[in-house]
């Protein structure tokens, strides 16, 4: 009787995991949802503005491939791998989940993990912004800053009408 209700509770908590990361995986390929234009970063438009040298285009794409090529290498013979990690983290998250006692420390050692993942992921994004933003000129990472900032002032205009606080 056990399994077949801890059966049933998994058929229905996974889906609802599964929906939840792919609703916000809005906006397809590119993953551009609504809030995208608010984000800090050197996107294409910016890059436009920052009037950047042939030399620096040259070396913004080959950054940009090396990045690719990397994540390609990355994850060229891992699928199986992914696969069996990706199973044994829900295999923990239904074991507790699903318990008949809830275990706080099992909680916090599964959530630390998944923070864990996280601060690697940023950290390894905000090396690769590094290198990126190297690349330009002392007065061009003063005009980026000033971009960036009146981005956030509009971002921060807009925000109530993207969250529907004005709504009475």
């Known amino acids: 009787m056990k399994t077949v209700k801890k059966l049933i509770l998994a058929s229905v908590v996974l889906p609802l995991i599964l929906s939840t990361s792919s609703a916000f995986a ?34 913004f794409k080959e950054l940009r ?53 996280q601060v690697e992921r940023q950290v390894d994004m905000l090396s690769k912004q590094h290198k990126m933003l190297s690349i330009l000129t002392p007065e061009q990472k003063a005009k980026f800053i000033e971009l960036q900032k009146e981005r956030m002032e509009d971002c921060a205009d807009d925000m109530p009408r993207h969250h529907g606080k004005d709504r009475n």
């Open 26 to 59: 809005y906006g397809g390929k590119d993953h551009h949802g609504p809030g995208d234009e608010c984000r800090p970063g050197l996107d294409r438009e910016m890059m436009q503005e920052l009037n950047l040298s042939d030399s620096q285009k040259e070396q």
């Open 65 to 117: 491939q090396a990045n690719k090529e990397a994540m390609k290498e990355r994850f060229k013979d891992k699928p199986q791998a992914d696969d069996a990690m990706r199973d044994a983290h829900f295999d923990k998250l239904n074991d507790l989940l699903l318990a008949d006692k809830f275990d706080p420390a099992k909680a916090t050692a599964l959530a630390q993990e998944m923070a864990n993942k």
